[in-house]
């Protein structure tokens, strides 16, 4: 069975000359922590900061290429309750935590953020 997978940027990297992270990503990787069970149950792929993100490019286009982007298993023809999906390429996904964590709840039984 195909799996939904989940982009997210290295924890660490290089900008403006300082250490950065991704506060996004971040807080996917708390939300990973908490529900460990999500590491089997999804692909995680860990893309540079630098653009562009050929992992993502080739999935989505060029203007698909944030982190943390989910894509989903399975084409969504109606995004219902889950407003935040788009579309590209024939591929349903969400972008940024909030959303990704909402969706990710209501699909596994999870606690959603507020």
């Given at each position: 069975?195909?799996?939904?997978t989940?982009?997210l940027l290295?924890?660490?990297?290089e900008k ?7 506060p996004d990503c971040?807080?996917?990787e ?6 460990p ?6 692909d995680?792929?860990r893309v540079?900061?630098?653009?562009p993100r ?6 989505l286009?060029a ?6 982007t ?6 969504s023809g109606d995004?219902?309750?889950?407003g935040?999906?788009?579309s ?7 972008t940024?935590a909030r ?5 990710l709840a209501?699909?596994h039984?999870l606690?959603a953020?507020?």
């Open positions: 069975m195909a799996k939904d989940l982009y290295h924890p660490h990297f403006d000359g300082a250490e950065r992270f991704c971040a807080m996917m708390g939300y990973l922590a908490t529900y069970a999500l590491r089997e149950i999804l995680i792929v540079d900061y630098a653009r050929a992992a993502l490019v080739d999935r286009g203007a698909h290429q944030n982190a943390p989910l894509i989903l298993a399975e084409a995004a219902g309750s889950h935040e999906i788009q590209a390429n024939g591929l349903s996904f969400l940024d959303p990704i964590a909402r969706y209501a699909k039984g606690a953020p507020l």
